[in-house]
């Protein structure tokens, strides 16, 4: 069964930082594509960053609204799959979802298959 | 980046409605659309991917259709478990974007 957990959310200062964590289990982590998508409260989804996999030179995507201030990565050997974000703004505040990104054929991959139950981040004084 | 315009944005319907949604993409996106499902309080769900895929599970009466910019999401007799918003989402080109969500409530 697939389980992706995300983990780091909390209460913090704008301006300041915060490192979500999602791990996952039940599929081969490694194969796969990875996303975040957020949700402001009692808004639409909105995706924010995408990591591809090891055969795809690990590249990274991101939303124009977070570029230059969060940070997507993963380590494949814990199965695991972050989100650095800095200079936190109000703007922020949502609940961050760990997506997995389907299988891959050429340049199609499967969206957003599997999700976490979120984790909440409020930017708040 | 692609604008993807849902529409209605909320509706009213009785169980055993047909209702239909929309969703219009700024330029053509191929058959990189998919159609997910959000209950109040609860994870997204993918009901539809490739336009007109359904994911396995979602029930029969849920159907997707379009191309290139216009796509439909169709409920052929709603049911009470289908009251939600659903958002339809595009893949082809970064940034992935989201539809706006059309929120379905009860007559």
């Known amino acids: 069964e697939v389980q992706l957990v995300e983990s780091g959310g909390g209460l913090v200062q704008p301006g300041g930082s915060l490192r979500l964590s999602c791990a996952a289990s039940?599929?081969?982590?490694?194969?796969?594509?990875m996303d975040w998508v957020r949700q402001a409260p009692g808004k639409g989804l909105e995706w924010v960053a995408r990591?591809?996999?090891?055969?795809?030179?690990?590249?990274?995507e991101y939303a124009a609204s977070v570029k230059g201030r969060f940070t997507i990565s993963r380590d494949d050997s814990r199965n695991s799959l972050y989100l650095q974000m800095n200079s936190l703004k109000a703007d922020d505040t949502a609940v961050y979802y760990c997506?997995?990104?389907?299988?891959?054929?050429?340049?199609?991959?499967?969206?957003?298959?599997?999700w976490g139950q979120g984790a909440l981040v409020t930017v708040s004084s | 980046d692609i604008q993807m315009t849902q529409s209605p944005s909320a509706m009213s319907a009785s169980v055993g409605d047909r209702v239909t949604i929309t969703c219009r993409a700024s330029?053509?996106?191929?058959?990189?659309l998919a159609w997910f499902q959000q209950k109040p309080g609860k994870v997204p769900k993918r009901l539809i991917y490739?336009?007109?895929t359904l994911q396995g599970g979602v029930p029969s009466r849920f159907s997707g259709s379009g191309s290139g910019t216009e796509f439909t999401l169709t409920i052929s007799s709603l049911q009470p478990e289908d009251f939600a918003t659903y958002y339809c989402?595009?893949?082809?080109?970064?940034?992935?974007?989201f539809g706006g969500g059309t929120k379905v409530e009860i007559k």
């Open positions: 997506v997995r990104v389907g299988d891959c054929s050429g340049d199609w991959c499967s969206p957003a298959d599997y």
């Open positions: 330029q053509d996106i191929s058959n990189y």
């Open positions: 039940g599929f081969i982590f490694s194969d796969h594509y």
């Open positions: 490739a336009v007109s």
């Open positions: 990591t591809r996999d090891r055969a795809h030179g690990y590249g990274t």
């Open positions: 989402l595009q893949h082809n080109f970064y940034p992935l974007t």
